[in-house]
């Protein structure tokens, strides 16, 4: 069983910095990708940042020089750095792997059950 859990938010200024992680665990054999998505009231979930196992990187228009996305591959984490933080960055903030859980697995996608992060103005 594999099991994402994103860690780091919360209530922060307009302004203010904060940093989330997610860390995979459980049978793991290989991840290809891992990002974040983030689901604000009403609305769909967005895909905030993405990177690949190589270190490719790739962000929502909204957040580019904002906000960076790291990952550390030996503890099959993933960071979201967030600064200068927006009301509009209100939303619960969700964690997706890319992985293959055994040699003989296909990639699937998992996700994290989400971490709020509340920006007041």
């Known amino acids: 069983q594999v099991q994402l859990v994103e860690s780091g938010g919360g209530l922060v200024q307009a302004g203010g910095s904060l940093r989330l992680s997610c860390a995979a665990s459980?049978?793991?054999?290989?991840?290809?990708?891992m990002g974040w998505y983030r689901q604000a009231p009403g609305k769909q979930r967005e895909l905030v940042a993405a990177?690949?196992?190589?270190?490719?990187?790739n962000y929502a228009d909204s957040v580019k020089g904002r906000f960076t996305i790291s990952r550390d591959n030996a503890k099959n984490t993933v960071y979201l750095q967030m600064n200068s933080l927006k009301p509009e960055d209100t939303a619960v903030y969700y964690c997706?792997?890319?992985?293959?859980?055994?040699?003989?697995?296909?990639?699937?996608?998992?996700w994290g059950k989400g971490t709020l992060l509340t920006v007041s103005s």
């Open positions: 997706n792997a890319d992985l293959r859980p055994r040699m003989s697995s296909p990639r699937m996608a998992y």
């Open positions: 459980g049978s793991i054999f290989s991840i290809n990708a």
């Open positions: 990177i690949t196992s190589g270190g490719s990187t």
